[in-house]
């Protein structure tokens, strides 16, 4: 599923579903100070630096391809993420990043979270493999 439109709501929920990768062109985005559901089938890139906003994310994807968040919000809270095995989950945002559900991927699949100028809260325990900073 190609995001090629601001997709955004002031508060509720955004849910994408996909049977294969989600991805994002200019001016594609997502908005919300809600929960942002993606579920994807072979990846999601959601990259477009400075233009997604949500508070908080949940993201499964079931077969093949990274997950990659790219994000600008006063804190973001991930409330889980479910990576298939041997796959990356990497999130960024500018401001705080928190966790309060399980962030998994599988065997020789890699977690970065970084948090750009604000605080890095974990809030569920990670993987030991999971790279974690804030700068």
Excluded: D
């Excluded at 508060?11 to 994408?16: C, D, H, M």
């Excluded at 968040?69 to 401001?95: H, R």
Aim: net charge positive; aromatic share 2%; charged share 5%.
């Amino acid at each position: 599923m190609l995001v090629n439109a601001a997709v955004s709501s002031t508060s509720g929920a955004i849910t994408v579903n996909a049977g294969a990768a989600i991805t994002e062109s200019a001016p594609g985005s997502f908005a919300t100070s809600g929960l942002l559901t993606a579920n994807s089938v072979t990846g999601q890139t959601l990259t477009l630096a400075g233009t997604n906003a949500v508070g908080s994310y949940k993201a499964t994807n079931t077969t093949s391809g990274n997950i990659v968040l790219t994000n600008t919000f006063s804190t973001l809270t991930i409330t889980g993420i479910t990576q298939t095995p041997g796959t990356n989950v990497t999130v960024t945002n500018t401001g705080n990043l928190t966790n309060t559900g399980a962030i998994t991927t599988g065997a020789n699949g890699n977690i970065s979270l970084t948090a750009t100028n604000g605080l890095m809260t974990i809030g569920l325990q990670l993987p030991q493999a999971a790279r974690v900073r804030s700068r």
